[in-house]
């Protein structure tokens, strides 16, 4: 049913030569479009899709730029290009876009188009109007060229470890080494080496914060976190859901988590868990390795998922021939990971920075399971069915990292590894949940006290982290390093409020894995079904499509934990 061979987008409005290169030759475009007489309900479905044609072709031109300079954030030439769009295109861009709103949803014939079909789209036009104004313009295109140096920071942050250079990443392997001495060592070593950075940091966010704020402001919202729900189209849930959400995690997850890590310091045989041991093995048990390279780790990636279904296989492997993959580590690159579409030419690009570890398949699997959805949402025939919720994007990539695991003997021919990354996997899918509510309060308390002091923002993480705290891990003499913690995570940065979808996400993960429990065809049916829809089904309908109901709620979260829990017992007795 469902193809990797997916082609480019045609083009019936733009030129097929075009390439975009500064406004002058991208207005006549949008011009056309504005001047443009619409008659009958025929024209403004052609309207609708040269608008989306001219959506795509620009979206891909800003995706390039944004890889390019994301794969070698020291290149300045690719920071200019990415810079230029952002500040001499996108704000002419921005305008014609409210004005081309405007007229769709003026349209006496807008009445006559299939509501099935259409209604998603018009609710996120309307929405996009009611957050334009004209003062924000300068403010967004400033903010975009910000954001992107957290990644040129942190892409230079190095460490020396024996005598040799490692990005972070790449001294994240030591953290797994037996000799508890030298895992402290490196452990210090990294969070010195981010400590250099820390006030540039602080001076960066102060910045976004500010633009921000004022970007909120306005737009007639009290405060960036309001108006940005509404920019995010969180149209399905409100920010007291949210709350119950970290509440849930304290009542219901927490203890779990307590549990995990007592079973490691047991393991460990040590007297204190330290936080340089938490991704340790006992003496005489060696981390695992599952590839070498990156070139490997594609390979075996290409394995795994064929095996699972055909299909994905075929998606990966589409992506290596067409080089749309840059997974190793390496000086200059930016950190973390990330699935980009394309709109127009449809094959996504997955940018990571690999270092040989068990992480890396999770992250590896983790965007392929993006890459899915964007090869299934292709065919989509408007640029915007295919701008679907996070929520639902999410739980494609979360979902992979489980359905995965049932192939994960292409990475592991011994059993007992096998066992243990299984085993390493379903801890993190618990583990993982406390932090995404420290992350998502913090940014709560951030947006609410937009004025606040360093020293008032360092309290208030730190108090966040108090309330999240397990009970078992000794940070006592750490406190330097703990209290900037935060300026790790690149989505308080690039992308303000994108995580709490994470932890909805997981669950409907895991609500995807038990149906792959009990009927594994059935499960990856329903999964690529949901995903083919892209966004032109709401939020619950989505979910619906995939199997599950769009719930969060405390009580959810319990039965999912449960379920979870009760299967990484049964690996815990394997062994």
């Known amino acids: 049913m469902y193809n990797a061979d997916i082609k480019k987008t045609p083009r019936n409005f733009v030129p097929q030569n075009f390439t975009v290169t500064n406004w002058e030759n991208l207005e006549p475009f949008f011009k056309d479009l504005t001047q443009r007489p619409i008659s009958n309900v025929k024209d403004l479905e052609k309207y609708m899709h040269d608008q989306s044609e001219l959506e795509a072709v620009v979206n891909e031109d800003l995706s390039w730029r944004q890889i390019k300079m994301t794969c070698d954030t020291e290149n300045k030439t690719l920071e200019e290009a990415y810079n230029y769009f952002c500040t001499q295109i996108q704000p002419h861009i921005d305008l014609y876009s409210d004005a081309l709103n ?14 099935e079909k259409y209604d998603t789209y018009l609710r996120e036009v309307k929405k996009d109007i009611e957050l334009f104004t004209e003062q924000n313009i300068a403010i967004q295109a400033e903010t975009s060229v910000l954001q992107q140096q957290f990644g040129q920071i942190t892409g230079a942050m190095l460490v020396n470890v024996n005598g040799n250079e490692y990005t972070l990443q790449q001294a994240a392997k030591f953290l797994e080494n037996p000799d508890r001495s030298i895992r402290e060592n490196v452990y210090k070593t990294v969070q010195e080496r981010r400590l250099q950075d820390k006030d540039k940091l602080d001076e960066l966010f102060d910045k976004l914060v500010a633009l921000r704020n004022t970007e909120a402001k306005n737009a007639g919202f009290e405060n960036y976190r309001d108006y940005r ?16 959400f970290h509440d849930a995690v304290k009542k219901y997850v927490l203890p779990l988590v307590n549990e995990i890590y007592q079973k490691k310091k047991e393991k460990l045989g040590v007297d204190t868990l330290r936080p340089w041991d938490l991704d340790a093995k006992p003496a005489g048990t060696m981390p695992l390795r599952p590839f070498t390279t990156g070139d490997e780790l594609l390979q075996k990636s290409i394995e795994c998922f064929s095996a699972l279904k055909p299909f994905f296989g075929e998606c990966l492997q589409k992506m290596k021939d067409l080089q749309h993959l840059d997974l190793n ?7 973390g990971g990330y ?7 449809g094959v996504p690009f997955i940018f990571m920075n690999a270092a040989g570890q068990m992480n890396d398949v999770t992250t590896m699997v983790h965007e392929g399971g993006h890459a ?30 489980l359905f995965s695991m049932d192939k994960w003997d292409t990475f592991f021919s011994n059993e007992d590894d096998l066992k243990r990354a299984k085993e390493h996997q379903l801890e993190r899918v618990i583990t993982i949940f406390p932090w995404i509510a420290v992350i998502d309060k913090f940014q709560h308390w951030i947006y609410e006290h937009p004025t606040h002091t360093h020293t008032e923002r360092t309290n208030a993480w730190l108090n966040i982290l108090e309330e ?4 078992v891990v000794d940070y006592s003499g750490l406190q330097a390093y703990r209290q900037n913690a935060w300026q790790r995570q690149l989505h308080l940065y690039e992308v303000p409020f994108y995580y709490i979808e994470y932890g909805i996400a997981q669950l409907g993960a895991i609500g995807m894995w038990m149906q792959f429990k009990n009927n594994k065809e ?8 949901a995903l083919a829809l892209g966004s032109t089904k709401t939020l619950p309908e989505l979910y619906k499509t995939a199997g599950l109901e769009f719930d969060f709620s405390p009580e959810k979260v319990k039965t999912l934990m449960d379920f ?3 299967e990484l017992d049964k690996i815990y007795r394997i062994g």
């Open 229 to 244: 729900f509404k920019e995010l189209g969180r149209f399905d849930y409100t920010k007291e859901d949210c709350f119950k």
């Open 468 to 471: 999240f705290y397990e009970g």
């Open 329 to 335: 580590s390496r000086k200059g690159k930016a950190p």
């Open 564 to 566: 979870v829990k009760t």
């Open 522 to 529: 059935a499960a990856l049916t329903n999964y690529c079904n």
């Open 372 to 401: 899915i959805h964007s090869f299934l949402a292709h065919h989509l025939p408007l640029t915007g069915f295919k701008e679907y919720p996070m929520e639902i994007a999410e739980v494609a990539s979360m979902s992979m990292e």
């Open 102 to 115: 405007k007229k769709l949803l003026a349209s006496p014939f807008l009445a006559l188009l299939d509501k």
């Open 339 to 345: 699935n980009c579409p394309l709109d127009e030419s």
